[in-house]
């Protein structure tokens, strides 16, 4: 069944302030965000647009703990500990600051999002926990300022609110701190008519040598081919939100595959070069193009990793899944369509 197109958060909370339970789904760009102008704010330099799959939620639970002098974080059933714990923390912490409320919390969240599968687990999990510690503190939002919220924990996470497909602004450049931050959230992007389908190769599900925060920033510092890309990525920006209006997949596809491949040769240019694609991230490749030789619409894209998606009709996606499992034996082939935002889920379901 064809995935429906919201453009709003959740329905009002069931649960009352102080436990709350939120469900988000990861999201790929096709127009991709890379490289940042305000890490604090976390403040991106080009806009993107992305599509929210149906696969692999987050579900993240937060009740306030009165008692606790610290906030007690589970992730998967494991205490989180290191950097996990340090971002989650310093999330609540912009949530207590905005609420007035300096109260610690539980936070347990459930990510199912296989490990390694390409899938960028922060966006939901994010996603999940602004909207879940929003509630459970009180602070009565809307779809937008849950997006700038969601932000705050991972840029990605803005676009997670939002079902389908979703355009994360910049926001202006030169603003004040203040007006910066107001100005960089998602918005929903209609895309009547279109039924697409988002096929995962996973080629390489091992760490990668260089992080993607990094490499972002060695790219950004050091590539001569990084502000020529952000500039054509505007362009790129402009041709897909009129491709998706007009139910175009092959013109997303297009967009979407040259965007990706572009932002991968500004990371080749980068001094060192960063280099993510492996042997089998090109026997893939090839085998889209092989795909498109045959006549089937399938299209790449690629975020900081080896690791493959495949936009196409929905009705190719078992030939196109077929495809990339011979192509690249042994790793995952993972199917996805058009997934809900991130959303409450009501109290008898907690």
């Known amino acids: 069944m064809r995935a429906e197109h919201r453009t709003t958060t959740a329905p009002p909370p069931q649960s009352g302030p102080g436990d709350a339970t939120a469900v988000a789904h990861p999201n790929i760009a096709l127009v991709k965000y890379w490289g940042k102008r305000d890490e604090q704010l976390v403040l991106p330099r080009v806009d993107s647009l992305s ?15 009165p008692d606790a002098d610290h906030d007690h974080v589970t992730l998967g059933g494991v205490p989180a500990e290191g950097e996990a714990l340090r971002r989650v923390v310093s999330f609540l912490d912009l949530v207590r600051a905005r609420a007035g409320r300096p109260l610690r919390a539980v936070v347990d969240s459930h990510n199912t999002v296989p490990t390694g599968a390409g899938l960028a687990s922060s966006a939901s999990g994010f996603a999940a926990l602004a909207v879940a510690a929003a509630a459970a503190y009180g602070l009565d939002l809307d779809a937008t300022a849950h ?3 969601a932000r705050r924990g991972s840029g990605s996470a ?3 609110i939002f079902a389908g497909f979703a355009l994360w602004h910049a926001g202006p450049p030169t603003a004040t701190p203040a007006q910066a931050d107001l100005g960089s959230y998602a918005q929903p992007v209609p895309a009547p008519g279109l039924d697409p389908a988002l096929v995962i190769a996973v080629v390489n599900a091992g760490p990668k040598a260089v992080s993607s925060r990094e490499a972002m920033r060695r790219t950004v510092d050091t590539s001569p081919l990084y502000e020529p890309w952000a500039l054509s990525s505007r362009d790129d920006l402009s041709e897909m939100r ?3 209006a007009r139910a175009d997949l092959d013109a997303v596809g ?16 980068a001094r060192p070069a960063v280099r993510y694609l492996a042997p089998a991230t090109l026997t893939v490749l090839d085998s889209v193009l092989q795909l498109r030789r045959d006549g089937v619409s399938a299209y790449a894209t690629m975020d900081a ?14 030939r196109v899944a077929h495809t990339l499992r011979a192509a690249a034996p042994g790793g995952p082939v993972l199917v996805a369509g058009p997934g809900l935002g991130a959303r409450l889920l009501p109290e008898d379901t907690q």
Do not use: Q
């Open 305 to 318: 990793g080896p690791n493959v998606k495949v936009l196409c009709h929905r009705a190719d996606a078992d």
């Open 254 to 269: 297009e967009i979407a595959e040259r965007n990706a491949l572009g932002m991968h040769a500004t990371m080749l240019a």
């Open 51 to 65: 599509m929210t799959l149906d696969i692999y939620p987050t579900t993240t639970r937060v009740r306030l703990a």
């Open 242 to 244: 009129a491709a998706l």
């Open 158 to 160: 803005s676009r997670s």
């Open 147 to 149: 997006s700038r919220l």
